[in-house]
């Protein structure tokens, strides 16, 4: 199991900057951590990860804006937010990938509770 503490979450303003944290804890090692993102009526989806070689991975439309790093531990990632757009309101849900695979041999995946973005114009 693994869980998760998400802080961050606010109110920005179109231009400025928000800063995300998520830190796991549990039982079990994560290979990849990151962020995804969800609206109401939307499908979550994917914004940002780092794996445990601190290689990073962004969707398009956040790359040059957004910046995902871990601590030393490797068990708490942040999601740096600058240059925020309306677009980028959302709940921003912190997820993990383990080594261990389901009946499918996908890697088990944990999220987090979300935390709500509200970037006013």
């Known amino acids: 199991q693994v869980q998760f503490v998400e802080s961050g979450g606010g109110l920005g303003q179109a231009g400025g900057s928000l800063r995300l944290s998520c830190a796991a804890s549990g039982t079990v090692s994560i290979n990849v951590i990151g962020w995804y993102r969800q609206v109401p009526g939307k499908q979550r989806e994917f914004i940002a990860s780092i794996n445990n070689a601190d290689n990073t991975n962004y969707v398009d439309f956040v790359k040059g804006r957004f910046t995902a790093s871990r601590d030393s531990t490797k068990n708490s990632v942040f999601l740096q937010m600058d240059r925020l757009e309306p677009e980028d309101t959302a709940v921003y849900y912190c997820?993990?990938?383990?080594?261990?695979?389901?009946?499918?041999?996908?890697?088990?995946?944990?999220w987090g509770q979300g935390t709500q973005v509200t970037v006013s114009s």
């Open positions: 997820y993990a990938d383990t080594p261990h695979r389901d009946v499918a041999g996908v890697s088990v995946r944990y």
